[in-house]
């Protein structure tokens, strides 16, 4: 019987310690839930705290007159439409922060002359804009129609006092391409260092855009470029009294061809007008009729005798470099 008895109370002590250590563990992790859930609150507080501040400072910074843009710093600006780019300009005189420079871009790109900007912040109270503009490379001489009912009467009432020379000379205008077709703007002036277009039909430039790298090789020897049917375009010379139907590449290769074949004595008796590059490994030319003779103008071909000894005589010519027509008449 005692042995049973002692037996009895080691298992209830069991159970009573194992109870009290269920209960201390409960306790334990109450007090942890309790510590963390204080802690959460202390860091949702001090973010509530964060933001708000910021929220002050920002709302401070965008009305703080300190930083209200007072100033553009334009750097390559476009040399026409100043007026323009300033009354654009004021609606973005705001606050630098709230300024949306992707509005402002979008604007300026309207430019005609502007291909593309980038623009910045200077702190406190300054916007970088800096140009980057399109390259004018063509002018076209377009007629200048102006309709207008009081033109007209001021031309009726200023009849005999006018100029002729002025009146038909304010008519016509250049107008500034670039090599993309963009109308740059428009001018009574031609300008230098560029391709002159003239004496072709309304928007037929754009004709011409395709051959623009071969313009530019040779550049500085081209009075003008014109268009002319069947034979497309058609080149006039500085210092040069033929006209050329140079065709669709090579046109300085082909055009110093003929210019040093042109000092032959074979062509020399010829007062040719019009040189047709367009084919391939020949040439043909229209001349003026000789003197002392009543012969209209041959076709383009010639005769083919002076052909077909041209034809020999380009096989044994070697290409040299690109010259100025002075040099290459010369």
Do not use: C
Not at 210 to 230: A, D, H, M, Q
Not at 282 to 304: I, K, L, V
């Amino acid at each position: 019987m005692s042995r049973a008895a002692g037996i009895g109370l080691k298992s209830e002590g069991d159970f009573f310690r194992r109870h009290n250590n269920r209960s201390l563990s409960k306790q334990k992790r109450i007090k942890s839930i309790k510590l963390k859930g204080f802690h959460l609150a202390l860091i949702l507080i001090i973010f509530a705290t964060a933001g708000l501040a910021a929220f002050k400072a920002g709302q401070f910074f965008m009305t703080w007159k300190e930083f209200k843009v007072k100033s553009f710093k334009l750097l390559n600006p476009p040399p026409s439409g100043a007026d323009e780019l300033k009354e654009m300009l004021k609606k973005y005189s705001t606050n630098i922060f709230s300024l949306s420079l992707t509005g402002l871009r979008r604007e300026l790109l309207t430019l005609r002359e502007v291909k593309d900007v980038a623009l910045s912040r200077n702190l406190p109270a300054a916007i970088e804009i800096r140009f980057y503009l399109r390259k004018p490379v063509f002018q076209v001489l377009t007629a200048h129609k102006n309709n207008s009912a009081g033109n007209k009467r001021s031309r009726k009432k200023n009849t005999g006092k006018q100029n002729p020379g002025r009146e038909n000379m304010n008519r016509y205008r250049y107008d500034i391409i670039d090599n993309e077709g963009v109308v740059l703007y428009s001018t009574q002036e031609k300008k230098q260092g560029l391709l002159t277009i003239k004496n072709i039909g309304e928007g037929e430039w754009r004709k011409i855009l395709p051959y623009t790298v071969e313009l530019n090789r040779i550049k500085e020897s081209v009075e003008y470029i014109g268009l002319k049917k069947p034979y497309g375009l058609l080149l006039k010379l500085k210092g040069i009294k033929e006209f050329f139907y140079p065709g669709e590449s090579n046109f300085a290769y082909k055009i110093n061809y003929y210019l040093k074949l042109k000092r032959l004595h074979l062509l020399k008796k010829y007062r040719i007008k019009y040189v047709d590059l367009r084919f391939e490994n020949r040439f043909y030319f229209e001349h003026e009729p000789e003197a002392g003779t009543g012969a209209g103008p041959q076709s383009m071909n010639g005769d083919e005798t002076i052909s077909s000894r041209v034809e020999n005589l380009r096989k044994k010519t070697r290409f040299f470099p690109m010259r100025t027509t002075k040099e290459a008449k010369s």
